[in-house]
Nanobody, 121 residues
Framework: QVQLVESGGGLVQPGESLRLSCAAS????????MGWYRQAPGKQRELVAD???????TYGDSAEGRFTISRDNAKRTVYLQMNSLKPEDTAVYYC???????????????WGQGTQVTVSS
């Protein structure tokens, strides 16, 4: 079993910052790309940012230069620093990781349970 546990969500005012964390645990042989997605009510889940195992990031349009993704491979953790938050950033943020559970397996995508981010004055 592989678990992804997100933390760091909450209620903030426009212009403020939040840092999300997602830690992977369980039966893990190796972790490939890790990333953050978000889903607002009535909308499809969208990519916010992802990062390869070697640290190369990719950002979705929603990041707009305000968000920074990073990871600590030793801690099996991915982070999302979100600055200058806007009301339209309000969503449930999900962590995803591509994980091999043993040397004979392929990478499989696992999801966290999600953490709510609300930006409101």
């Amino acid at each position: 079993q592989v678990q992804l546990v997100e933390s760091g969500g909450g209620l903030v005012q426009p212009g403020e910052s939040l840092r999300l964390s997602c830690a992977a645990s369980g039966s893990i042989f190796s972790i490939g790309a890790m990333g953050w997605y978000r889903q607002a009510p009535g909308k499809q889940r969208e990519l916010v940012a992802d990062i390869t195992s070697s640290g190369t990031p990719t950002y979705g349009d929603s990041a707009e230069g305000r968000f920074t993704i990073s990871r600590d491979n030793a801690k099996r953790t991915v982070y999302l620093q979100m600055n200058s938050l806007k009301p339209e950033d309000t969503a449930v943020y999900y962590c995803k990781a591509l994980v091999r559970v043993d040397q004979n397996s392929y990478y499989y995508g696992y999801w966290g349970q999600g953490t709510q981010v609300t930006v409101s004055s």
